[in-house]
């Protein structure tokens, strides 16, 4: 059973930064990918930034591509989202997933939810002047 403890949301105001973290526990566990989801309010959770865990290769939506970064520490099993610039439509929950089957490896499977197996319990993210 693997454990993603998220951190790092918070109440920010428009062109802020917020850095979320996301720790893989236990480190034993193969790791193939690690995302990051969101959901806002009365909406459909859906795709942020995702890393491929041992080519480094990332992924983004659209919406944030140029503002979020998202990277890895492999020894630490810790993704991270670097948030820049960000805006009032970036307020949600946001989860962190990881990928332990080698889902991710097939099509798009990285981009969607059921790509991954086991996800984070979500922290709130709410830009707000």
């Known amino acids: 059973q693997v454990q993603l403890v998220e951190s790092g949301g918070g109440l920010v105001q428009p062109g802020d930064s917020l850095r979320l973290s996301c720790a893989a526990s236990?480190?034993?566990?193969?790791?193939?990918?690690m995302g990051w989801f969101r959901q806002a309010a009365g909406k459909e959770r859906e795709f942020v930034a995702a890393v491929s865990w041992s080519s480094g290769y990332t992924y983004y939506a659209d919406s944030v591509t140029g503002r979020f970064t998202i990277s890895r520490d492999n020894a630490e099993n810790t993704v991270y989202l670097q948030m820049n610039s960000l805006l009032p439509e970036d307020t949600a929950v946001y989860y962190c997933?990881?990928?332990?089957?080698?889902?991710?490896?097939?099509?798009?499977?990285?981009?969607?939810?059921?790509?991954?197996?086991?996800w984070g319990q979500g922290t709130q993210v709410t830009v707000s002047s």
């Open positions: 997933a990881t990928d332990t089957i080698k889902r991710t490896y097939y099509g798009d499977s990285i981009l969607q939810a059921d790509g991954y197996d086991y």
């Open positions: 236990p480190r034993t566990f193969r790791l193939y990918a």
